[in-house]
């Protein structure tokens, strides 16, 4: 029987309430369908921690990480007690770092019972799957600040970006893009701006896209590539943009699918050198945290993300199909998609259909 160690790492906010739906149905699925036993192993590390220790993980944190062979993650922040510049840029970006989970990876699709804010657009016409560069670029921590609180004060913001960094965000965008039913891929880029990170990107992709000849590719500036994410969703297959591009463009993807509450993400180490960390994109929530009606659907899909990683696909499948089936009937949905359910109750309604 395959076995398997999971961090859990609740964080912050809804992040706890969410994950603990996410686990109890992953548990399930695994068992059920892939006969794979999953060993939870329920970590801390939030701004309660930091607020207590003085720092949002042990001396000894990464070493425990490292020996897991995923982390399902729920979220990060409490502004009002723990500034983000300390919860987000202490253990969220440097785990991404640190383990090389160089593909982010977000999924958009517009389930049947999802009420979506586009006129006229159908279940399945919003199906899209954005591979963002998640180790570098935009969100290096690469800068400084001179004559901080003076008036002359100077803040510089760097931009990284590397030529291997380039190509193997799109290789795996354009692998990914292989394997779908449109075999199609667009490049987000813009370089007519941005004329040195920006102009290396499109190098990159002009050159990586030549080993992909059975795959139709283009490239879109990125307020052009914002404005049909709108106007026409359904254009879009693979899409393959930087670290800021990619973050931003996710969360547009998410609200025109019905819910961020529905978005799911992986930050995946395609070597499995280190463990991969799985999370839904909606972040902590501050404001309805402890109420128990924050959607649980994104972090219960990022956990099939988890199970796919994991090479578990018939459990992954199962609990997509659950969450598919939940959505359609309109029974058991929170308010976020129109519903007055429970986080709790959707959970349970997820697990009963797996």
């Known amino acids: ?55 949002m993980l042990p001396a000894d944190g990464w070493d425990t990480l490292a020996k897991h062979d995923a982390i399902l993650f729920g979220a990060v922040g409490n502004p009002a007690v723990v500034s983000d510049k300390i919860t987000v840029h202490e253990l969220l970006l440097p785990m991404r770092r640190k383990f090389d989970q160089y593909v982010n990876m977000r999924p958009a699709y517009l389930f049947d019972g999802v009420p979506c804010p586009l006129v006229g657009k159908k279940p399945g016409d919003i199906d899209m799957l954005v591979y963002r560069e998640n180790t570098e670029g935009e969100y290096a921590p690469v800068g400084g600040k001179l004559y901080p609180g003076t008036d002359r004060e100077v803040a510089i913001q760097n931009a990284v970006f590397t030529r291997g960094g380039c190509e193997r965000i799109l290789r795996a965008g354009f692998e990914a893009a292989r394997k779908r039913p449109r075999k199609k891929l667009t490049s987000i880029t813009k370089s007519n701006a941005l004329i040195y990170g920006l102009t290396l990107w499109d190098d990159a992709y002009n050159a990586v896209r030549k080993d992909y000849p059975d795959v139709q590719s283009n490239s ?120 007055t359910a429970t986080t709790v109750q959707v959970g349970d309604a997820v697990l009963a259909a797996v």
């Not at 603990?20 to 068992?31: F, I, K, L």
């Not at 931003?248 to 998410?254: F, N, R, V, Y």
């Not at 395609?270 to 909606?282: D, L, N």
């Open 220 to 339: 879109l500036l990125v307020d052009a590539a914002a404005m049909d994410f709108v106007r026409k969703p359904e254009a879009f297959d693979v899409v393959v943009a930087s670290n800021l591009f990619g973050d931003i463009l996710t969360d547009l993807s998410a609200a025109v699918a019905g819910s961020i509450g529905l978005a799911s993400s992986a930050n995946i180490n395609p070597t499995k050198a280190y463990p991969s960390m799985f999370e839904p994109v909606h972040g902590s929530a501050p404001d309805i945290a402890g109420r128990g009606v924050a959607n649980p659907l994104a972090a219960i899909l990022s956990a099939a993300l988890m199970l796919d990683h994991l090479e578990l696909a018939a459990g992954a499948t199962a609990v997509r199909k659950a969450v598919a089936a939940v959505l359609k009937s309109g029974r058991v949905s929170t308010a976020d998609v129109g519903g």
């Open 1 to 55: 029987m395959a076995s398997f160690r999971i961090a859990v790492l609740g964080g912050d906010g809804i992040g706890p309430e969410v994950i603990d739906q996410a686990v109890r149905v992953a548990q399930a699925a695994a068992s059920k369908f892939d006969a794979a036993e999953l060993h939870w192993n329920k970590l801390p590390w939030s701004s309660a921690y930091y607020q207590e220790h003085g720092r």
